[in-house]
């Protein structure tokens, strides 16, 4: 009897401690699965933007799904955060494998949004969606069931006209018509070589037709200018795109291209801050000595550009100079940037650039107080203030063409003849992309 006891006991003993290991496992699992998922999905969380209003995303109801986005972090790659999210490596490799040819997933954007898609968040996600651009978006199944599918939003080119005086400064004056960079960039290309930004004055206005972008109802920054105008205290400056063999460019009143051999300046949006003077108090030197150039002021980092096509003769350092770039256009002219915090890819001695090219970034290396680029213009090896150089318009369209584009703008200036000084109209006659 006390042996069929002792037996019994330690049956009891065996069977209970079979169960507290079996628990132990069990916990383990569930650890190592629901709650490190849980984890991700918080430590993600942290730095994710949650939707949860009753509204539709990329087609999926916030009734069923819940949506985590944010945005691609510098040096970030798809494969980590997907990885980041629980998704299996052998998943992740499939997904990039069903991507080529529409997607580089090592160029991904820093900055661009993605988000992750989860019709329970206690689990992995079930779809990923990356921002390719504002107006494309790529969805993944994780499932890989249907895996990439492109949605494009709906796009619509809008008129818009808008015109302002100069009161403060001529970025003020564009952004309070709401006129976006990227617009504000073509009417610089426009204008850059009949005149110059850096001396506009107050008072001064300008007017500008262009169509901009809307996505599904919402303005962007992206934008095509069709004409410019702008008085200055001098002249009356007018630029109209217009389309010449499949070739879109800007011509003046007389259908004379306004595209010439230089630009008026280096920089964008910046402000003479040294003009060229033969008599200059040195701010470093403390002494007067001529300043063959001239200094154009701007935070750094910001590019410098070539004023024209032509090649590099120099890019290095010297005392004085800092960092430089000295670039040969033809037979009469060179041009030279000065001060430069650093040169811009691939810009060394024999490579050729174009007008407009970015060769280098505003700094205050070598004998410099303070960010700028010191600008140098030479004609037949003499150093020249080349502010007061004219350079002649290109020839006119011929005369088959010529007829056409004056017939075209003589539309567009009665569309800026109806612009005040302080007006912005969108038109509402729009059209598709």
Known sequence: MAKKQLLFKLIQVFALSCLLIFNGLLLKYILNQDFFTLSKNKTQAESTECLTSKENFMGFDLNHFEISKSKIKTGQLLPEILSDYGVASSKINQI???LNGILDVKSIKAGNSYAMIHSNVCVRPDYFVYEINQYKSLVCDLSLVNCPIVIEKEREFRRELVGGTIKSS????????????????QMEDALATS?????????????????????EGEPTNEGDLIAAYFNTDRHEHFAFKYEVNNKK???????RPLRRSFLQAPLRFSRISSPFNTKRFHPVLKYSRPHFGTDYAAPTGTPIMSVGEGVV?????TGGNGNFVKIR???TYETQYLHM???????????HVNQGQIIGYVGSTGLATGPHVCFRFWKNGVQVDHRKLSFPAGLPLPGSILSDYLAF???IMAELNTITNESALVNSTNSKI
Do not use: C
């Open 341 to 351: 915090s650093r040169f811009a890819s691939g810009i060394r001695p024999g490579t």
């Open 313 to 317: 003769t120099a890019a290095s350092y």
């Open 409 to 411: 703008k003589d539309k």
């Open 195 to 215: 005149m110059d930004f850096h001396q506009i004055q107050l008072g001064n206005s300008f007017k500008l037709i262009f169509n901009r972008v809307w996505i």
């Open 329 to 331: 256009h033809d037979k």
């Open 96 to 98: 990039i494998e069903n």
């Open 249 to 255: 460019d800007y011509y003046d009143l007389n259908g």
């Open 170 to 185: 001529l970025w003020n004056a564009l952004e309070e018509q709401g006129v976006s960079l990227g617009i504000i960039d």
